[in-house]
Every structure is written in structure tokens, then in C-alpha cells.
């Protein structure tokens, strides 16, 4: 590895072990806790990430009322007649924003236990599921899709894949990079979810950001498309630093996934699929990555787009960097 990969691996080692936890990931959704009290009867606890009036609608067999406010949480009980509409739902009303997501966290009577997620304020939740346990197959799905969407909204994670596919011109050593950055992040993410591993997640954020840093040292660093170049990219230990920078990104989805919590009885089972999800999306943007450098070959403008490409993934990283790291020093 080069003396810059090497210094920032150093610091970013260093820096996050040295804050205690200060600042959530930009993913964060309202998280609503209902703990069925009785038959029909419901405590409503919704904890938002930023000041807001937004609640629950409840079919017009259930009142609602609130109970008390403390911050960004207040308590509500619901109470439901016999028998509910056939079409009876819940959906969020108010969010600050309309794509805003609401993790419902239900636990039964019985002792049962699971989540659904609400995507945006148009969605639903048929009132009947609160009766019924998760089945396997809903709690796999709900968070491979929300491993696919982490991936695909979290722009700095997108542009580190998007960095690889344009900096490793050699098939052979993409593959082997992208497959060490997926092992590092798969390890982290979820040695951290299971609380074996326990770091700052500003540092971390800001970090990923020089992350960025590096890869557009190296892409300005990188001439022409030629025969010598290809050869000694199929010598240079890529797979390496991305394997190394993999872990701490881990760290950051981990950010994400600690927020939406796991559901107790399926921990394993949602902690897989949303890693899967997170492949899922990686392998769709390198293929579709792939597609358009392929689609482009004899493209003129192509050598001049590439000039400008590391300077402004740098500038972006850096802005990153500058705003992370003046959160965490604020912070504390």
C-alpha cells in the first residue's frame, strides 16, 4: 500500500477509537413501538429523528390519544373496537418529509415480536397483521430491500464502488478489490451490529470520507488507458487497500442497521439479508458500471471526463470530510 493509504488507515484508527459515540448515520427512520397492553388496546411510543407532530392514523374503529411528550418522543394508547372494517390500516400522517420511513416495532400479548417498515406517508399497514406473527419470508425481504436502498442512497458508499469500477481497468483485479471490499464491509458490519465491536460513528462517517480522498489520489494519479498500465494493474495489491477501506465501511452500514434495530427472534436472519441486500446493490451499480464503460469505448469525450472525474470526487470527499469532522469537534 502506498504511504497515503497507510496514513489514513492510521488516523482513521486512531481517531475512531479515540471519541466516545456522538452522531447517528444519515439514515434514520421514526421509530414507533407498539406493546399490545390488551385485547385491541395498544401503548404507542414514537421516537422521531427531528422535531415533528407526525402520528399514526388509526381506522375509524380506534381512538388514539396522547399521553405525554418528552423530546423528540411522545406516548400514545390506542384503544380498537370489534369488529375493525375489512379494509381497516394504519398509515403515518405529518412527516417532515413524505418519503420520511417508520419502523413499527410491534411485540404482542404472547410475547411475540416484530417490525414492519412503513416507506413514506402514502403507505400502509393492514390493522388485521397486528394479530399475526412475521412470517420468515416478510423479515428477509423487508431488510434486503432495506440493504438494497442503504446502498444505493448512501452516496458515499455508492462512490467508493463507483471509484473502483474507475480506477481497476484489469477484469481480474476489480473482481478480486470489489470481493475484498465486500468481505471487509460483510465482517464489520456485522461484528459491530452484534456489539463486538463498538466505535464512534462521526469519526467513522468522516473517514469513509478520506476514504474518497484516496481513490481520487489514485484515478489523478493514473494516465492513459495503455498496455503498461494494464500490466502493472494486474501487479498492484488493489484488493488490499479496498479490503482494508471495506472494514471501515462496514462500520458505517452498521451505523444504519443499528438504528433500525433487529427483530430479537430473527437477529441472524435480518443481520443476512440486509448485507445481502447491500451485494445485491453493489453487484447491480459494478454490472451496470460495466454496461456503460463498454457502451462508451470510442467515445472522445471519454479521456477528458475521466481527467475531471478524480478532482471532483476529491472536492466532494473533502467537503464531506470538513462538515463530518466539524460535527463530531461540536459535538463535543
Not at 433500525?260 to 453487484?283: D, K, R, T, Y
Amino acid at each position: 500500500m502506498s504511504r497515503l493509504t497507510m496514513a489514513i488507515a492510521a488516523f482513521c484508527l486512531l481517531w475512531t477509537g479515540a471519541h466516545s459515540p456522538a452522531q447517528a448515520h444519515e439514515f434514520d427512520p421514526h421509530i414507533v413501538q407498539l406493546n399490545e397492553r390488551a385485547q385491541n388496546t395498544y401503548a404507542v411510543r414514537w421516537t422521531a429523528p427531528v422535531e415533528t407532530q407526525a402520528t399514526l392514523v388509526w381506522p375509524t374503529n380506534c381512538t388514539q390519544t396522547l399521553v405525554r411528550q418528552e423530546g423528540l418522543t411522545r406516548w400514545f394508547q390506542a384503544q380498537c373496537q370489534t369488529p375493525a372494517p375489512n379494509n381497516a390500516a394504519l398509515s403515518p400522517q405529518g412527516l417532515p418529509n413524505p418519503n420520511d420511513h417508520v419502523l413499527l416495532d410491534v411485540r404482542r400479548l404472547d410475547g411475540k415480536h416484530w417490525q414492519h417498515l412503513l416507506r413514506g406517508q402514502d403507505s400502509q399497514l393492514a390493522l388485521a397483521t397486528l394479530s399475526k406473527s412475521t412470517q420468515t419470508w416478510e423479515i428477509a425481504r423487508a431488510y434486503l430491500g432495506l440493504g438494497v436502498e442503504h446502498l444505493l442512497f448512501g452516496f458515499d458508499h455508492l462512490l467508493f464502488v463507483l471509484g473502483l469500477l474507475a480506477l481497476i481497468r484489469v477484469r481480474r483485479a476489480l473482481i478480486a478489490a470489489a470481493t475484498a471490499f465486500t468481505l471487509g464491509h460483510a465482517l464489520t458490519l456485522c461484528l459491530a451490529t452484534l456489539g463486538w465491536v463498538t466505535l464512534s460513528p462521526g469519526p467513522v462517517e468522516a473517514c469513509i470520507a478520506l476514504s474518497l480522498v484516496w481513490m481520487a489520489r489514485e484515478m489523478a494519479l493514473r494516465g492513459p488507458q495503455d498496455d503498461h498500465t494494464q500490466r502493472a494493474d494486474a501487479h498492484r495489491p488493489f484488493w488490499l487497500a479496498a479490503g482494508g477501506f471495506g472494514l471501515l465501511h462496514g462500520l458505517g452500514f452498521a451505523g444504519a442497521l443499528s438504528e433500525l434495530g433487529l427483530p430479537q427472534s430473527q437477529a441472524p436472519l435480518a443481520l443476512a439479508a440486509f448485507n445481502i441486500g447491500i451485494e445485491v446493490a453493489q453487484l447491480i451499480v459494478i454490472a451496470l458500471g460495466l454496461l456503460i464503460a463498454a457502451a462508451t469505448a470510442r467515445w472522445k469525450g471519454r479521456e477528458r471526463l475521466w481527467r475531471l472525474a478524480p478532482y471532483a470526487m476529491g472536492a466532494v470527499a473533502m467537503g464531506w470530510f470538513y462538515t463530518r469532522t466539524l460535527s463530531v469537534l461540536t459535538a463535543h
